[in-house]
């Protein structure tokens, strides 16, 4: 199965006892539409992410960042504490495409330079 979606944090990266890796993260689909008295109505369904082939995705899945995922949807259901039935969907990636970097993107500050004139533009006319 495909979804596309936003993160909702960063990923993070598990070492299990065996040595293998996984990164795991959470992804938000938003479904908008408007209903009969055109009122606008956003629907986000979450799905809780693993994914086991490559770790070193991990330093670019941040929150925020669109991506479209390939693999196997599943449903983890239990009953909390108070006896209610609870559910969430998981997906197994197979695959991921990252189509764009967080919003809050870090930009790394530019090297100022103690002099800032240049030789070579001294002598220009203009």
Known sequence: M???GRL?????KATLKDGREVVNFSI???DRYKS???EPVT?????ACSYWNNAGV???LKK???VELFGKVGVNVWNNDKGEAKGSLTMHVQQIKIFT???KAEVEPVAENADSSNDATDNLPF
Do not use: F, H, L, P
């Open 28 to 30: 938000a689909i938003n």
């Open 43 to 47: 629907i986000v369904t979450y799905v």
């Open 36 to 38: 009969k008295g055109k």
């Open 58 to 60: 991990t330093t670019y």
């Open 101 to 103: 970097a967080s919003r």
């Open 64 to 66: 925020g960042s669109v």
């Open 8 to 12: 909702t944090q960063d990923a993070t």
């Open 2 to 4: 495909e979804i596309t």
